[in-house]
Every structure is written in structure tokens, then in C-alpha cells.
């Protein structure tokens, strides 16, 4: 079965819970219809389900996926749907990617699921040169614009280098796809069943500290939230926070610990990382002044690197303080040492401090 798998089972079961469940502010999905609370892979599954009910040309392949998986996202989808549509892949990551890439070309849904981002690499090939180009090398002649890769990503609390790891940058660099990671329930069961949906290949992040960790009401019925749209989820006056995925409930602590010194801070959740809403961050920047970035992945040339240049060349004039960005550190991801490593909620409480008083 592979030690890769082995590992994962263990680290599935039972997640460290050692940050605060984090809640969307708003939905951009109707209300209408049933609500449930539930955990961030519950809503996973829930999109999954969807996805192939709602069109009979959607599959869904992976390692380990027709019993469910590590996480248990793709429970139960295997004997709804059967195994011609849900169905286990051998043990390999340019293998998966490179059949979803055949499947979509053929007009199909191709989800696929790589089991960690950590293992995502020998897919690169497959999505940089083959995916991202499909469409463009043929004139729109044809395209695998129906491909989804789903991974979940970032710390986990135990997982050490090859289960921690937050590549989302490397793919930020690439025309020709979108990349997407939700921060609640809520968020990743509407954006998932966009990304599906949406006429060009998606890599899809999902958080894995919060499948189980982050729980909230999710609307039973089929939705989608738009792509490429940032969102407030917190109004503020003295600086914009800028993050994304399971960052983005470090950064509300952050948040809630400055306004008790009487600073007032704006939270934008990016969600879409490519193409990113320059405009909701820029007009944000203009009002504060100030702006904090802040991801897992190490700071040297991680998208928060993208995101300040981009503040500089179009808010130049508006800013009072250099950007700050607070992000992991530029060595490989720890085990016992993690807590050094992680962007912290104290570690952005500072920088907000020394930004604002800049």
C-alpha cells in the first residue's frame, strides 16, 4: 500500500486542534433552503456529492478515494455513484493529474484528488506545461478546462516535512490555471463547486488543520461563490490584514488582540490566489494606509511577495509604512520546532503594532 498512505492514516486520525475554529461573515449563496452545522470536510463532501449528482460526466480519482480517503472527503461516494466514477489510482502524481488532463480534454469533470500538497510535485509537469497550456497551444481549439486537483495543504500540528507543506506559490506563477483555498465550511463547499464548474483547470488547496476543526452552517442546497473575489470579513481604519486559508482565523485572533489596544483592522480574505482582486486589496490599502500579509508558506518568494509589490506599484503614494509581511520561515518545515516556524498570532500582533506606529 505504501508508507505515503500509512503515514496518512495516521495523521487523519484525529487532528491537533490547537487553533479557534474560524466562521465566514458572510455567503454569497442565497439563504434559501436547510442549513446544517458541519466541519470544513463534511462540506467537501459534500460538493463532491453534488458535483456528480448534478452531472453524469463528473469523476472523482485518487489515492485511497473509493473508501473515502485520508480525510474521509470523498466518504460514501463510491457507493452512490459506483466505481466506474469514483474509483482508486495507483501511486502516482503525474499518473492522476495526467488522466484528469485526457479526461477533461474528452468534454468530461475530472476531479482529482493528490492525497497531500506535499506530493504534488511530480504532478508539475503535468499541470504547468499540459494543463496550463491546453486551451492556448490550440488556438481554444480545445481545452481540459473541466480538470479540478483538490490537496489539502499547510500544518497539521505533527506532520513534519512531507505533510506540512504550503506550495501555492509555485503555481501562482502559471497562466493558464486558477488557484483557489477556502477558510471555513461555508466558503469551501460554494468555491469547490465553482472551481468544477469553471471553464479552465482549477488547483484547489484545502486546509487541512480545519477539516475538523472548523465547523459552521452550511446550506444544504447546491451553491457556488464566485471566483477571483476577494471578501471583507472585517471592517477596519488603521491596516489591512491580507491572508488566505487557515491563516485567515490567526489573523482574526490578531485582530481581536489589537482592537484592545485601540487599532482598528481591516481582514480581507484573498480565496482566490490566480487571478487575485487587486481592487477590493488596493482600495482597502488606500483607506488604512497600512498593510500586514501573512501565509505559512516561507517568505521568500511566497504570493504574499506578489501581493506587496503590486501595493507598492499601485498605492505608493497612500502608504504610511512599509508593507509587513509575516510568514513562515525560509527552512524546511519542522516537526518539534513548528511552533517556531508558524506565522502566530503574537507574531502578527507585533507587526501590526510596529506597522502602525511606523
Known sequence: MGLRNIIGRRLGLGLVRRRKPFSTATCDGDGNGNAKSINLYSAINQALH?????????FVFGEDVSFGGVFRCTTGLADRFGKARVFNTPLCEQGIVGFGIGLAAMGNRAIAEIQFADYIYPAFDQIVNEAAKFRYRSGNQFNCGGLTIRAPYGAVGHGGHYHSQSPEAFFCHVPGIKVVIPRSPRQAKGLLLSC???????????????????????PEHDYMLPLSEAEVIRQGSDITLVGWGAQLSVMEQACNEAEKDGISCELIDLKTLLPWDKETVEASVRKTGRVLISHEAPVTGG??????????????????APVARVCGLDTPFPLVFEPFYMPTKNKILDAIKATVNY
Open 303 to 320: 504570493f504574499g511577495a506578489e501581493i506587496s509589490a503590486s501595493i507598492v506599484e499601485r498605492c505608493f503614494l497612500r502608504l504610511e
Open 50 to 58: 453534488i458535483a456528480l449528482e448534478t452531472d453524469n460526466r463528473a
Open 196 to 218: 468544477i464548474r469553471d471553464p479552465n483547470p482549477v488547483v484547489f488547496f484545502e486546509p487541512k488543520w480545519l477539516y475538523r476543526l472548523a465547523v459552521e452552517e452550511v
